[in-house]
């Protein structure tokens, strides 16, 4: 089969200029610029320059964001052919997963040429062409757009690939995307009819519901390692907090830092606090008791629920600590292949996350990730054995 991963990478790195390019060629306004000094001071915090300007810090922070996303691509390649490998996929098989997953996330590049972060709400602020994520964003740039013009991807394929663009993040699969294949010579059998026949046939929705499945497993585990590499910290230089009204002095009280620190730190004035929706409250002075993760969603959590993370951040106790928790309900839940669970058991990954909390945050998140390790790892690996499928 004609499918070039190195031209298709070289598609990919062109694109990825073309929005660097735009992020240096960006003119701020005054308001995003005053937004953007909270990103000076946690850029300065990281080593950067106090002299940095606001636009040389807004734009140094989305080029960061694109280096992630970079990292995070090439790292998916990489597993999902790992995981190909262990599972005994075809040949052609693979070339299509390995492509599926370097395309996954075109999205996001896009992303950080008008956002300061990689929240998928803020596409609804943004009401664009009916786009409300990331996936759909990389669909409609591929499709909408005619980027997949850029790509050699034989037409065939095109689909699959661009199913595994449009799904990749939903929480949950659904109708054809949901189908699991009996075995991985059924798997090879679909790859070898999808590329004979024309029209096409049923071969392709079972190639695209095993690429989806697959490249959503990795990346979904990448988002976990994310916090080995440092790219996404267990702890954070300060977290967002929906105002509702309050002042700052009810604010400051809750968090039990100073007004001061908490002014300073967004470069706001006491007057402002009022017109605006969200307020970024800085975590250096924050005690971690603040930081405590309600009991329903604990309870949800050892209960083995699903937890929904649009709800929860919607919650004036959302934090850092609690997205921990949902991670490591929501990924360790919805991994569909018994091999991704056992790389992560393997690799110890649990651990070592783990020991990257300060001592003082520790208590936060140790039954978390006790439970985690024994039931959704262990308890979830043994029930599995010798199965293709983890099942629900």
Known sequence: MELNYEENKKALDKYISECRNKIMNTF??????????PIKNSLINNGYSKDISLEEAIKQHRLNMIKIKINHTMRVVEDVIKMANQMGTNIDFSKVLKISALMHDIGRFEQA???????????ANRNINGVTNHAEAGYYILVKENKIKDFKIPYNIQKPILDVVRYHQMPNLTDDLSYKVSDIKELN???????????????EKIISSALVQ??????????????????FNVIRDS?????????????????????????????????????????????????PIKLTVPKDIQDAYFSNQDIDLKTIMKRRDWTFITGMWWRLNHFLRNINFVSNLMVVEDNKLLDKIYEKY????????????EFAKEELLQKAIKENEGEIYKKR
């Open 28 to 37: 701020f306004t005054e308001d995003e610029l005053k937004k953007g000094i």
């Open 113 to 123: 040429t008008w956002s300061n972060d990689y929240a998928d709400r803020n596409y």
């Open 189 to 203: 059998n679909q790859m070898n009819s999808l590329l004979k026949t024309n029209p096409l046939n049923d071969s």
């Open 214 to 231: 697959m490249v959503k497993d990795v990346d979904s585990l990448d988002i976990l390692y994310q916090h080995l590499t440092g790219e």
């Open 239 to 287: 977290i967002d907090y929906d105002i509702e009204g309050e002042d700052i002095d009810t604010i400051a009280l809750h968090w039990g830092i100073s007004k001061k620190e908490i002014l300073e730190y967004n470069g706001i004035e006491e007057k402002e606090v009022l017109n605006m929706n969200s307020i970024k409250i800085p975590m250096k002075n924050v005690a």
């Open 358 to 369: 300060p001592d003082k945050y520790k208590p936060l998140v140790h039954d978390a990730f």
